[in-house]
Every structure is written in structure tokens, then in C-alpha cells.
């Protein structure tokens, strides 16, 4: 099992950044993809980016160009560094790690952009 913190939320401007971190714990040799969603309210939760382990990346076109997945070295770190931000972006944040086909989640951190 793997367990997941997110960190870094907060209000920001619109035009700025703000840079997300999920730490896992446990399991994390079994984690073969992480990643991040997120959910505004009275929507569904959607894909915002998610990265392998061998590194491949992937983003929802809503945010390619502006966010950027990346890991750390020790492997239990993910990061999403966010630019430009639109009052759009505003949403809880989930980081996810799938483990042996399973979906671990993360409490989730509030992202506010005012406009």
C-alpha cells in the first residue's frame, strides 16, 4: 500500500505560479505511474499530468505548455509546477500513485487563483 501527502496549495494571482509536492510512503518500489488530478467544484475529478517511472510524461491539453510533471531522485517524490495560472485552475489537488493496478490517492490540497 501506498500512502500519499500533498503540499503547496494556496491563493495565487492569476499570471502566477505555484508549485505543488506529494511525498509517498509504503509501498513505493511497486509504484509504476504518479501523477496528478484534479477537481473543481461540481465537476468530476480529471487527469492534469501524470509521469512513469521511466520518466515518460504525459498532460490533459487544458494545462500542456504551462505545467510541468516531474519526480524527484528518490523516486517518492512527484512535483507539478504550475505557470500561468488561470482562475480556471482553480480546483483540489490529488496527487495518485498506481500501484500493482491500484489507484492510491492523496487527501488532496486546495489551489484558489483569483483573477
Known amino acids: 500500500q501506498v500512502q500519499l501527502v500533498e503540499s503547496g496549495g494556496g491563493l495565487v494571482q492569476a499570471g502566477g505560479s505555484l508549485r505543488l509536492s506529494c511525498v509517498a510512503s509504503?509501498?513505493?518500489?511497486?509504484?509504476?505511474?504518479m501523477g496528478w488530478y484534479r477537481q473543481a467544484p461540481g465537476n468530476e475529478r480529471e487527469l492534469v499530468a501524470i509521469i512513469t517511472s521511466g520518466g515518460d510524461t504525459s498532460y490533459a491539453d487544458s494545462v500542456r505548455g504551462r505545467f510541468t510533471i516531474s519526480r524527484g531522485n528518490t523516486k517518492k517524490m512527484v512535483y507539478l509546477q504550475r505557470n500561468s495560472l488561470k482562475p480556471e485552475d482553480t480546483a483540489d489537488y490529488y496527487c495518485?500513485?498506481?500501484?500493482?493496478?491500484?489507484?492510491?490517492w492523496g487527501q488532496g490540497t486546495l489551489v484558489t487563483v483569483s483573477s
Open positions: 509504503g509501498s513505493i518500489f511497486s509504484i509504476a505511474v
Open positions: 495518485n500513485a498506481q500501484s500493482y493496478g491500484i489507484n492510491n
